[in-house]
């Protein structure tokens, strides 16, 4: 394959060699380019020979760089060539369950290998061809993502609605013979993939540790749009202490095994039954953050550790902040250690109900700012509205319902402040204030 092209980066090696916009890059030491893993992969040495096209010409250089020095060009798209959508049609997926209306690219599904190496992505592998597994191995791309959510070949059919779903579990064996690092996502469907199939699915994987470095199992969510999709029933109390003890039963024998838990349910499960997250050693390394596996006890003790610095506050502060339903107990605790600490700041939390999907989503990363507006409107008591960054698209600055903070800010009239994702960046953030210094209360 042939790719195009689109420019050079000023003072990288493919400018020197004399490389621009329009050339066309065939090969690289012998090796077709045919996207981004090609290209990174066959360009990261410190010499290379390149066949190039130029006006119809076909041209053999030798470029020399600082070994995985990146060589220099930018294409068309960031993959090169287009993203693998997905093939499946799983019965707890969440973009079915979207309302219609919003932006086209929140509906695409990707199912991509190379955007699991690339940017953490889950993939289920049915995309996944011999030439694929055997170049994941040759390139050593690792780690890798997998959605599992079962090891029953059958099962994991039906419940991807793809017949190739429990014939790609071959390359799981494989991925991990050939040194392959993988994390494992299972998303468990009440009466369906929990129980005894949770069980066999962590026994299959627990073969495969510790090259199946860690695993996380998250709750099936469930929207109100749901319509003409398998009918799902959400975890409750019951049912979700049932998932914890089963996972922490596993990761028991794991610590045991490798001295690393390596599997973890969510943070929901534990709100779900009513149980206290765990304490963060037993997150250790915390390789499951993505899936809100810890993200609570991380946040709590870097809010905490931040507190615990010596700050010079100036002046005093009055800030409205919106969270989901699941985190609001945990933020309004850390908020009221802040004005305990520094009695001059003082932040009221307004935890949103997900209405716009239907009230069984309680993440933050979630909300809309629709749903803000409905709950917040002649309710803020300050001039500023504070919004976690994970409530906000990729633009940094647009909701999932495509209305932007400055929109929002206007139509509650309020200076809309995007606070950092991190405990101890937003501690930093709510510590920075006004006119005068105070002291600490520490007692």
């Not at 041209?59 to 070994?67: I, P, R, S």
């Not at 838990?261 to 997250?277: C, M, Q, T, V």
């Not at 609001?328 to 700041?345: D, F, G, K, S, W």
Request: charged letters at 25%; one cysteine or more; glycine letters at 8%.
């Amino acid at each position: 394959m042939a790719v195009r092209i689109k420019s050079v980066n000023k003072g990288s090696a493919a400018e020197k060699l004399g490389l621009r916009a329009g050339d066309t890059l065939l090969s690289a030491d012998g090796n077709e380019i045919n996207d981004m893993l090609d290209y990174q992969f066959y360009t990261s040495g410190p010499s290379l020979h390149l066949a190039v096209q130029r006006g119809g010409k076909l041209e053999y250089l030798q470029a020399e760089k600082g070994d995985y020095e990146p060589f220099g060009c930018e294409f068309e798209t960031y993959l090169i060539d287009k993203k693998h959508s997905c093939a499946n049609h799983c019965m707890f997926c969440f973009i079915d369950q979207m309302p219609k209306g919003l932006r086209e690219t929140l509906y695409f599904k990707d199912d991509d290998e190379r955007l699991s190496f690339l940017f953490g992505n889950y993939i289920t592998l049915t995309n996944l061809s011999e030439r694929e597994a055997e170049r994941i191995i040759k390139m050593h791309i690792s780690p890798i993502n997998i959605s599992v959510h079962t090891t029953n070949p059958q099962l994991r059919v039906r419940m991807l609605a793809n017949k190739r779903g429990g014939e790609v579990l071959k390359y799981l064996p494989r991925l991990v013979e050939g040194g392959i690092a993988v994390n494992c996502q299972l998303v468990l469907c009440r009466g369906i993939n929990d129980g005894e199939e949770l069980r066999r699915t962590l026994g299959d994987l627990l073969e495969l540790t510790p090259m199946v470095q860690s695993i996380a199992a998250v709750p099936c969510g469930v929207t109100d749009y749901r319509q003409n999709l398998f009918k799902q029933t959400p975890y409750d109390a019951e049912t979700s202490a049932a998932v914890i003890d089963i996972m922490e039963e596993f990761g028991d024998e794991c610590k045991r095994r490798h001295g690393k838990r390596i599997i973890y349910p969510s943070d929901e499960w534990y709100l779900k039954a009513g149980r206290p997250i765990p304490d963060p050693e037993f997150y250790e390394d915390y390789d499951q953050l993505e899936n809100g596996v810890g993200m609570m006890s991380l946040f709590r003790q870097e809010f905490l550790a931040e507190l615990d610095k010596p700050h010079r506050i100036y002046g005093t502060k009055k800030l409205d902040v919106v969270t989901g339903t699941m985190a609001a107990p945990l933020i309004i605790e850390m908020m009221e250690e802040l004005h305990r600490q520094y009695p001059m700041i003082e932040v009221t939390v307004h935890p949103i109900r997900n209405k716009f999907f239907g009230g069984n989503v309680g993440v933050a990363g979630l909300v809309t700012a629709t749903d803000i507006i409905a709950q917040c409107e002649g309710k803020l008591k300050s001039g500023t509205l504070g919004i976690p960054a994970v409530m906000l698209r990729e633009e940094k600055d647009t909701f999932l319902d495509d209305m932007t903070i400055a929109q929002l800010g206007e139509r509650l009239g309020v200076k809309v402040e995007v606070l950092p994702v991190s405990g101890g960046d937003e501690a930093k953030a709510l510590l920075r204030t006004g006119l005068h210094i105070s002291r600490r209360r520490r007692a």
